[in-house]
């Protein structure tokens, strides 16, 4: 995923090691937090309800470091 490769080289995050991670659905983080990418239009399971692009907002801390992020 372009997004997830774009965030992992900016901000020094890894994708979450216990996904295998795709074009279609990809998860960056860990245990305690994930941030989930999905393909456009991809149904989440277990229904057939599309996914939709929507403004995000999102507030990393750690080690005394913030990122502040807005898609």
Known sequence: MELGN?????YDLNFFS???????????GD???LLIMVRPNRN?????????SNPVKI????D???IDLKF
């Open 6 to 10: 774009e965030l992992i080289s900016k």
């Open 44 to 52: 989440w399971y277990p229904t057939q309800i599309p996914s939709e």
């Open 31 to 33: 245990d305690q937090a």
């Open 59 to 62: 507030t990393l801390e750690n």
């Open 18 to 28: 216990k996904n295998t991670n795709s074009e279609a659905f990809a998860a960056i």
């Open 64 to 66: 005394e470091n913030t």
